[in-house]
């Protein structure tokens, strides 16, 4: 039962860096999604894809893209890292719309 | 557009005293609305739902009630344990789409 699989954990960046986050779900659900997690802002969605093929722009965007590579893979890439990127992300699937499942996080740092 | 706001915290209690942490949201349909709990270095997992006015959630001793005509989703515990020491998230899905909105997040201290 592995459900949602993020890696890396932990990922120290320098800035103007680039890295790929990487984000599995084995529960044949339509819909992923890339939240980031600040202290007092809760969770803030990045970009989400209601389904294979599609990706769409949530509330954070900027310095952020996607790749939806199939239905079981939603790939979060950083292309040129800065400070304010620092944060723990997360990856969640649904079977919309039921409540979401999410991965373990990502803690990133970019120094 | 759709917003959840929920209670500041943090929020510390001893032992077997009761937990309510309020929650209320804003949306155009009829939302489902859940709570999540996050323990310490996991991520969120699912405590409770409930996907029309009137319905009650309950998971782990938790319940909350869909309240339509107050807009609110309270989280309450007639007893908390140390164990329930987490970040609570209130949350909601929009009718018809894709996106789930989350609150803030209440941090909960139990003391033994």
């Known amino acids: 039962n592995a459900g949602v699989t993020q890696t890396p954990k932990f990922q120290v960046l320098k800035t103007g860096q680039s890295m790929t986050l990487q984000c599995a779900q084995d529960?044949?659900?339509?819909?992923m999604y890339w939240y980031r997690q600040d202290p007092g802002m809760g969770l803030r969605l990045i970009y989400y894809?209601?389904?294979?093929?599609?990706?769409d722009k949530g509330e954070v965007p900027n310095g952020y893209n996607v790749s939806r590579l199939n239905k079981r893979e939603f790939s979060l890439r950083l292309e040129s890292a800065a400070p304010s990127q620092t944060s723990v992300y997360f990856c969640a699937s649904s079977a919309r719309p039921t409540e979401a499942f999410f991965g373990q996080g990502t803690r990133l740092t970019v120094v | 557009g759709d917003s959840v706001t929920q209670m500041e915290g943090p929020v510390t209690l001893s032992e077997e005293a009761c937990l309510t942490i309020n929650c209320t949201y804003t949306a155009t349909g009829y939302p489902s609305l859940f709570w999540y709990v996050q323990y310490p270095g996991e991520g969120l997992q699912l405590l409770l739902k409930a996907t029309k006015a009137d319905d009650k959630g309950s998971n782990k001793g938790f319940e909350a009630t869909y309240r339509k005509e107050t807009t609110s989703f309270h989280l309450e515990k007639g007893s908390v344990q140390v164990s329930d020491s987490a970040v609570y998230f209130c949350a909601l899905s929009e009718t018809g789409g894709f996106k789930t909105i989350f609150g803030a997040g209440t941090r909960l201290f139990v003391k033994a």
């Open positions: 529960m044949n659900h339509n819909s």
């Open positions: 894809s209601a389904s294979e093929g599609t990706t």
